[in-house]
């Protein structure tokens, strides 16, 4: 019998940087569920093979009242932002920018490339205490790994059973790349205050007595103290996790945001150069902001 507080969302498909983009998986947010603790956007992409695809080339853009977390399992994509960092980041290693009152960046595939190219984008909700701090954008390459047999954890953001990363958090947050060899059963320690879900990247799992492949997040809830994952053959997951963030948040193209006026002086400052900065070194035009809708945008919780 399956746990009544375990939730399956299915991932919807969504070309990256426009129409003819390269395509993404989108779970958060979702129908059901905007946010786990504060994370509040997750797309999954690849393996793309490269030998028939440009790759990645996402072009400036703006971000408020966020985190972005750039992970990736294969390949390369090189970072640019309004700071002037330049910043290429390969598998196991961690991008993290920070957004705050304004930032713009820009991402691709480099010129000298992996032939595959796999991974995840992140964004975590900052709170309404840190949302207007100054922009910042740190790399991390030597983040803490767990390994008992068969399985590797490594910690992106946050903690998981000891293990602390380096990477800044403004709210009480997990998030942890998981490996398992074929048929490994592992159990991770959980916090109870804490809520979880689980993307399966790669191979088959079993989520708490779910099996589940790759495109789906397994929201388990909170009040768990651990969680069991058995693999079929060699795997990868996602492991995000945190306290429930109880603000209201409007979310909108590449803002979060706490009202509709905030959404649209963020918008307007975008479309005439404002606090976004330039980015510099991309080979292309910024992305335009799309028209605001035409009702009025409504803050709402972590559930819709």
């Not at 977390?69 to 970072?79: K, P």
């Not at 651990?226 to 209201?248: C, D, H, I, K, N």
């Amino acid at each position: 019998m399956t746990d009544s507080s375990i939730e399956l969302l299915d991932g919807m498909p969504v070309a990256l940087g426009g129409p003819r983009g390269m395509e993404v998986t989108r779970t958060l947010p979702s129908k059901q569920r905007r946010m786990v603790g504060a994370w509040c956007f997750l797309d999954a992409y690849g393996p793309h093979d490269l030998s028939r695809s440009a790759g990645m080339r996402v072009g400036p853009h703006p971000h408020i009242g966020l985190q972005t977390v750039s992970w990736l399992v294969q390949g390369e994509i090189l970072h640019r932002d309004s700071l002037g960092s330049r910043q290429e980041i390969r598998p196991g290693q961690l991008n993290l920018m920070t957004a705050g009152r304004g930032i713009s960046h820009s991402e691709e595939t480099p010129s000298e490339h992996s032939a595959v190219l796999q991974g995840v984008q992140l964004w975590v909700a900052l709170p309404g205490s840190d949302r207007d701090m100054a922009p910042a954008f740190t790399h991390h390459d030597d983040l803490p790994v767990l390994t008992e047999p068969g399985m590797t954890a490594t910690v992106l953001m946050g903690d998981l059973a000891g293990a602390r990363s380096p990477a800044r958090c403004h709210t009480p947050l997990t998030g942890a790349e998981i490996t398992l060899a074929a048929g490994t059963a592992a159990r991770l320690p959980l916090q109870p205050g804490y809520e979880y879900a689980v993307l399966v990247l790669d191979g088959t799992v079993t989520v708490a007595d779910v099996p589940a492949g790759p495109g789906l997040l397994v929201y388990l809830g909170d009040g768990r103290s651990s969680l069991s994952l058995t693999a079929g053959p060699a795997s990868r997951v996602m492991l995000l996790g945190g306290e429930p963030f109880e603000e209201q948040l409007v979310m909108w193209w590449n803002f979060v945001a706490r009202d509709h006026e905030e959404i649209v002086a963020a918008r307007e400052d975008w479309e005439t150069a404002g606090r976004f900065g330039q980015v510099r070194g991309y080979d292309g035009p910024p992305i335009p902001a799309p028209p605001m809708p035409i009702t009025r945008l409504v803050p709402r919780g972590r559930v819709r």
